[in-house]
């Protein structure tokens, strides 16, 4: 089974709990980006929360290495 590359638009609260905790730990998914209304605080999402990639939600969908 290949990885399920996602990124994830928005940088609400309830990200973690719905999508960071349940992708930690399975080898089948990987977080590739976080996209938000606002460069800073994706970027500060992003550091958080250890996901490499951070930009506005256009930046974000535009990427080639996201499946979902």
Partial sequence: ???IRIAILGAA???KAALLDP???NE???I???GASSLERARE???LHAIPHAGTYDEVILRDDVDM
């Fill in 1 to 3: 089974m290949s990885v």
């Fill in 13 to 15: 609260r309830i990200v």
């Fill in 23 to 25: 992708a930690q730990g």
């Fill in 28 to 30: 089948h998914v990987e």
């Fill in 32 to 34: 590739v980006a976080i």
């Fill in 45 to 47: 999402f992003a550091v």
